[in-house]
């Protein structure tokens, strides 16, 4: 992995949690203020959209590019919701893991981790349960998760790594970042990059993949 750049994003909000790409644009969530974000790739904010009166715990999201989908703690749900702040449907998924963290779609499926279980778990956009992969032997702490249509790749606070896997559960690499930030928790890519949220110094990191 080579080190691209990061910027601080602590004077916007100083718990960003969960972070996602359009490929052209960053969006991002903190759980401070209860907001998402839209953000250009050089850190300029292009815009706010306000979600705490939905949930006022914003973790992960992620955009299959019409639409946001967004983990709220709170009320353990995944929100989908266009770009302008409008929501479309709300998914419960407190009966699978109730400590629901980051999300991602390639496309398809939704995918998203658990920190209650421990697990990754692989459904439908209306919310039907498809697969469950357990990931606590290795890291015990999942928080985001992206994908890049073939590998999923994965943070976990216990070890303070991404961890590259493919959809059925077979570790590919594990790479430590916790010498940049100890608290690492979404991850995004835009297929060339990866980006990521350091919450321990309020930054947004880019990485090249290979």
């Known amino acids: 992995m080579v080190f691209i750049q990061s910027f601080a ?25 209860g907001n998402i974000y839209q953000m250009d790739k050089f850190g300029n904010l292009i815009n706010t ?94 928080v985001g998760i992206t994908t890049d249509g073939k590998y999923l790749w994965w943070i976990g606070r216990e070890h303070d790594s991404i961890y590259q896997m493919d959809k059925f559960g077979n570790l590919i690499s594990t790479i430590a970042v916790g010498a940049i930030d100890n608290s690492p928790g979404g991850i995004t890519t835009d297929g060339k990059y990866l980006w990521w949220i350091g919450g321990q110094n309020d930054i947004i990191v880019q990485w090249s993949k290979i």
């Open 9 to 33: 994003v602590g004077a916007i909000e100083e718990f960003p949690w969960g972070i996602t790409t359009d490929d052209k644009y960053l969006w991002w969530t903190g759980y401070d203020i």
């Open 49 to 142: 959209i306000p979600v705490g009166a939905i949930d006022n715990d914003p973790h992960g999201i992620t955009t299959d590019g019409k639409y946001l989908w967004w983990v709220g703690r709170e009320n353990d749900n995944i929100y989908q919701m266009d770009k302008f702040g409008n929501l479309i449907n709300t998914i419960p998924v407190g009966a699978i893991d109730n400590a629901p963290q980051g999300i991602t779609t390639d496309g398809k499926y939704l995918w998203w981790n658990g920190s209650q279980k421990d697990n990754i778990y692989q459904m439908d956009k209306f919310g039907n349960l498809i697969n469950t992969i357990a990931v606590g032997a290795i890291d015990d702490s999942p």
